[in-house]
């Protein structure tokens, strides 16, 4: 007899008849022209996160039909539904901000139809993290894949890449270094195919420390969006998925503390992008796990940057590729890893790298007798302006402002920023500190990449390329300079960053991970009594964005939903 919980038998629409739901379903998928015989194989769901605005996914109908190839040969029955999709430029107010919704979108869809296995096709910043929020909350036999990184482009002699240099030649705009001409050539070459952004950006990080979870097959991480290797793994990919619902094999046996430290490790060694420590407390969250940051602080002293990538080193993802992908920088990573954690292969991670190929010669990833960076790519900071933490890309940062003390040069949000960064009469020198508030999770809100503020073009003039930053916003992964982001609590909740003005003085030291503002208790104390949190707007009080403002946590909770993620049972990384 055919198992109840199995293919078109499992999650049933309610009508109060199982025999008549189930022969309702059997109708209507007929319909589809489907037999009976292909009905009864093992369902293997296909997210189709393809959208004629998400370029990062532009792929994703070719990755399709090989994954139901995949799915077909291993005897499985494919089929896709659709899900939210998210492009980092055509989300408003930001890409953060909806990262929950496609999660619950996920989980509930996952959840609601007859689906024994899901492949789940990520790609942009935040697909990844929300489709494995959703798998890990929904529980049921899941493999992530990628839509993978695009290959570089050229500008006069140069390479280009998605969007480290984005900025750069932004920069090199604002400072009059370049024309009208040269910025309109080069905005047409920097994203010359499909896929994610080919640095080490949000979408390359998580694509690797998802495969260091466990979540994807060996060396899906960094092949080309636009290989022939590329769509094998897709066709893998749909093969694995139908073994994985026959061994039932969730996301919770995969996605443990074990594999989620990995990941951590891993976000260290590459230098990856700021937004990845968010996404994994957020998919640690759904488990039921919380990130000491603190304790992850302390993983980043023993952990150096690895991986000489683009923004803080010299390549692109097509040579990680080309140097052997994730297992390179595993091999170098052994003794830190915990190789026993399974992964989707049904084996260890140890087990997948011993059937690894060594490659012959490579540059891209460094021994760890010679890193690029002698600790992780990120620091934790502490201190009275960030009782909660905030972070710092220190791999990314300029060496001498690890260390400053300036002046603070506050702008109250977004829009007094965009109105008066530029603004001749701005009173500002290099060695001051520039301050945002409310661009935090709820301020913007949706946390937005506006960390990054630029440099007053009257500076940027002068020469002057880096500054010391500080806000609760993030930074785009692609992004570089001395930015201490994330910080928490966020100034629109009354975090002590809404009570700094221009003129006091702030101190960052990296090596003893603080972050003060210099002014005494008694004073902090009269600003904290006149404090008034932002009004509330008539928009703010209905549908998605109530929910948001009324249910999103601080960064160091991920940015979760508080409904969303289950009590913290275990701190990690830690002893277990
Ligand atoms: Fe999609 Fe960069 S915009 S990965």
Known sequence: MADPKRGMRRNLTAYGDEEFSLFLRRAFIKAMGYTDEALERPIVGITNTFSGFNACHRTVPELIEAVKRGVMLAGGLPVEFPTITLHESFAYPTSMYLRNLMAMDAEEMIRAQPIDATVLIGGCDKTVPALLMGAASANVPAILMVTGPMLTGHHKGERLGACTDCRRYWARYRAAEIDDDEINDVNSKLAPTAGTCMVMGTASTMALCSEAMGMMLPGGAAIPAVLAERVRNAEATGARAVTLSKERLTPDRIMTPEAIENALRVLLAVGG???????????????????????????????????DLKPTGQHYMEHLY???????????????????????????????????????????????????????????????????????????????????????????????????????????????????????????????????????????????????????????????????????????????????????????????????????????????????????GAEDDRGYRKLFLDTVQQADRGCDFDFLAPKVTMRIPGTH
Request: glycine share 10%; proline share 6%; hydrophobic share 40%.
């Open 322 to 536: 080309e140097a052997g992908g994730l297992a390179t920088i595993l091999r170098e990573l052994k003794p830190l890893l915990h190789g026993q954690a399974l992964t989707v292969t049904g084996r260890t991670l140890e087990e997948n790298l011993e059937e690894t190929r060594v490659p012959d010669k490579q540059d891209v990833v460094r021994p760890r007798s010679d890193p690029i960076f002698r600790e992780g790519g990120i620091a934790v900071l502490r201190g009275n302006l960030a009782p909660d933490g905030a972070i710092i890309k220190q791999a990314a940062a300029t060496e001498k402002l690890m260390t400053h003390t300036g002046r603070a040069v506050v702008f109250e949000s977004l829009e007094d920023l965009a109105n008066r960064v530029d603004d001749e009469g701005l009173d500002v020198e290099a060695d001051d500190v520039l301050v945002l508030k409310n661009a935090g999770p709820k301020g913007a809100p949706g946390m937005p990449e506006a960390g990054y503020i630029p440099i007053p073009r009257k500076l940027a003039q002068r020469g002057v390329k880096d500054m010391v930053r500080i806000s609760d916003a993030r930074m785009s992964g692609t992004a570089f300079g001395s930015i201490v982001l994330h910080v928490a609590p966020e100034s629109a909740v009354g975090g002590p960053l809404a009570l700094v003005r221009t003129g006091d003085r702030i101190r960052l030291d990296v090596p003893q991970r603080r972050l003060e503002l210099l002014v005494d208790d008694a004073e902090l104390a009269t600003r904290r009594a006149h404090w008034q949190a932002p009004k509330r």
């Open 273 to 307: 992008s700021t937004n990845a420590i968010v996404h994994l407390t957020a998919i640690a969250g759904r488990l039921g796990f919380g990130i000491d940051l603190d304790a992850f602080d302390r993983m980043g002293q023993e952990t150096p940057v690895l991986v």
